[in-house]
């Protein structure tokens, strides 16, 4: 079945009897001496050779930009595809501990072309309480002239060599295909901002007896936020914001812990990639909530007008005095007025006990998360805080 994803240390069936006994946040499946590393890397088929990619160089970034641009996820029916810009990707390739021999490219020999990539990044993934460290695995892509050949495991064991040596033996990574096997599962879920461009696009239908006037007003938001307080984050804010977010974060199953440091990577706002709010109470003079979400365009395929979708992602949600409805209410109206034409969110956290007074709908995809070398029980997803990009 899996010729794979079987010789590996997943789980190989779904949690369930046999993770019983097992210690409450899980264990590793295997562990072995650093001494038993490869130090050489992996052979790869004849043609192609392994290269690091510097995405600190414009070039470089460039050529990543383009593979995924053109090769990376779509969605069911192949009418839109990732965008994902060269800012955002140099903000989440180049976090706080990065290495350069994380971001792992194949090239063509003879004329240099980029045509296949994996990357990891260093991350503390809480699990049950238990912090592990690990790495986040992501933007796993192979050219679309070279696949079912057996390239992307060749990556997964190259890059499961270059982290193993750095003595992390742990890695957590999502995706919509079904591989043995998830820890949790979620799904998508859409909030139009701009119903008449998604309509448009084929993102989403007309509503039986619906007219386009009709529907733009169904999904008005107001120009201004409910929260007269909310704004940008800024640098001054992140120790509170840190402090809040760890408090938060204590009550799942499954979520990162950011440093300081991480924190100013990963929320301090940047246009076009990374937008965070905070609640500040005047008579306090506190930050009493935050959140935030990222950027990520997609192609769409084959428009005659339209060629990309502006999608918002919720990333981290950290209602404390502010009810969560009206929090992300807000969220909705920032995110409108920063022009994004949908607002996406994870059924995962308490994130489905405001889609039906936003007005959320599922949509058509899931998200599959997988821890890789750790067995513990399956987390539900309300239990779920971690969001990969
Ligand atoms: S999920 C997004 C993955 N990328 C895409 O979907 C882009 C479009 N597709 C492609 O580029 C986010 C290709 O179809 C890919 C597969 C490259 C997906 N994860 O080369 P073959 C991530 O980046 C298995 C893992 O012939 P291909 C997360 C498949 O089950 N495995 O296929 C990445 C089969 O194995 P099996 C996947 O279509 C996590 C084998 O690949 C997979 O030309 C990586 C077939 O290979 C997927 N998304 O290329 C794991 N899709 O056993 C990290 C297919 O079933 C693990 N496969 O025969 C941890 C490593 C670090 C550990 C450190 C301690
Ligand atoms: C690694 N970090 O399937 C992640 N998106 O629902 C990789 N559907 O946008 C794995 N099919 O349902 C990512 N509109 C896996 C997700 C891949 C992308 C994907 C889905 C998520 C999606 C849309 C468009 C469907 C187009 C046809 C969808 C219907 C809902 C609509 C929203 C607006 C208001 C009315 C209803």
Redesign the pocket.
């Known amino acids: 079945?899996?010729?794979?994803?079987?010789t590996?240390p997943v789980p190989q069936t779904l949690p369930a009897r046999e993770t019983q006994h097992i210690r409450h946040h899980g264990e590793p499946i295997e562990t072995k001496p650093l001494h038993a590393v490869p130090t050489r890397p992996y052979s790869l088929i004849d043609h192609f050779e392994w290269s690091d990619i510097a995405l600190t160089d414009d070039k470089q970034l460039e050529e990543t930009y383009k593979l995924l641009n053109e090769?990376?996820?779509?969605d069911v029916a192949a009418m839109f595809r990732f965008d994902y810009s060269r800012h955002f990707l140099r903000w989440a390739l180049l976090p706080p501990g990065y290495q350069p021999s994380w971001h792992v490219g194949v090239r063509v020999k003879s004329n240099r072309k980029l045509v296949?990539f994996?990357?990891?990044i260093p991350a503390t993934v809480s699990i049950h309480s238990n912090p592990i460290s690990?790495?986040e695995?992501?933007?796993?892509?192979?050219?679309?002239k070279?696949?079912?050949?057996?390239?992307?495991?060749?990556?997964?064991r190259e890059?499961?060599r270059r982290?193993?040596l750095r003595n992390?033996?742990?890695?957590v990574?999502?995706?919509?295909?079904l591989?043995p096997s998830p820890v949790s599962v979620s799904n998508y879920y859409h909030r139009a901002l701009n119903p008449k461009k998604l309509i448009e696009v084929g993102f989403s239908r007309l509503q039986p007896r619906m007219t386009i006037a009709r529907t733009v007003k169904l999904f008005a938001l107001k120009s201004q936020t409910e929260t007269p307080t909310i704004r940008p984050m800024t640098l001054d804010d992140t120790l509170e914001a840190c402090a809040l977010v760890k408090q938060h974060m204590r009550q799942y199953d499954l979520h990162v812990d950011m440093t300081l440091e991480d924190l100013r990577h990963w929320l301090l706002p940047r246009e076009g990639v990374i937008y965070t709010y905070v609640v500040h109470d005047p008579h306090s003079n506190a930050i009493t909530d935050l959140v935030s979400f990222y950027s990520l365009p997609s192609s769409v395929i084959n428009h005659p007008t339209h060629n990309s979708l502006n999608a918002a992602y919720a990333f981290c949600i950290v209602p404390n005095k502010t009810p969560i409805n009206t929090l992300m209410k807000d969220a909705l109206v920032l995110a409108r007025n920063n022009n994004f034409d949908v607002f996406n969110v994870l059924d995962l956290a308490h994130n489905a006990q405001f889609f039906s007074d936003l007005k959320f709908t599922a949509g058509d995809g899931s998200l599959n998360y997988?821890l890789?070398?750790w067995k513990c029980r399956p987390i539900p997803k309300e239990k779920n805080a971690l969001i990969?990009l």
């Open positions: 079945e899996h010729k794979f994803w079987s590996q090769n990376y996820v779509e296949a994996i990357s990891a690990m790495v695995i992501n933007f796993l892509c192979v050219h679309k070279l696949r079912s050949k057996r390239l992307a495991p060749v990556l997964i890059i499961t982290v193993n992390i033996w742990q890695a990574y999502t995706a919509g295909a591989l997988y890789y070398n990969l």
